[in-house]
Nanobody
Framework: QVQLVESGGGLVQAGGSLSLSCAAS????????MAWFRQAPGKQREFVAA?????????YYADSVKGRFTVSGGNAKNALDLQMSSLKPEDTAVYYC???????????????????WGQGTQVTVSS
């Protein structure tokens, strides 16, 4: 059974930093991707960042977080971190870790492409 467990959310003031971690158990994703998505109240789940192990560990970011967030993964291809800095109130959301063992580059920004999801962790940025 595959499980993804996120940790590291919390409350931070605007301009501050937070780190999120995701640990996968049950398998690795050497030929796929791991990603972060987020969902704010009343909004659709949106892509934040991803690593595509199939393409050698290439990283991808949403335009809204580029330059502020950094995604990284462990060598075992079953862990994912997200370093968030210069946080803004609009970054407030539940952040979800996602993973899939067979995903192509053109699909990695789509939540429906991922088979496995964590339970989510709340990030709240106060103004």
């Amino acid at each position: 059974q595959v499980q993804l467990v996120e940790s590291g959310g919390g409350l931070v003031q605007a301009g501050g930093s937070l780190s999120l971690s995701c640990a996968a158990s049950g398998r690795t994703f050497r030929s796929g991707s791991m990603a972060w998505f987020r969902q704010a109240p009343g909004k659709q789940r949106e892509f934040v960042a991803a690593i595509n192990w199939r393409s050698g560990g290439a990283t991808y970011y949403a335009d809204s977080v580029k330059g502020r967030f950094t995604v990284s993964g462990g060598n075992a291809k079953n862990a994912l971190d997200l370093q968030m800095s210069s946080l803004k109130p609009e970054d407030t959301a539940v952040y979800y870790c996602a993973a899939d063992g067979q995903i192509i580059q053109s699909s990695l920004r789509r939540p429906e492409a991922y088979a496995y999801w964590g339970q989510g962790t709340q990030v709240t940025v106060s103004s």
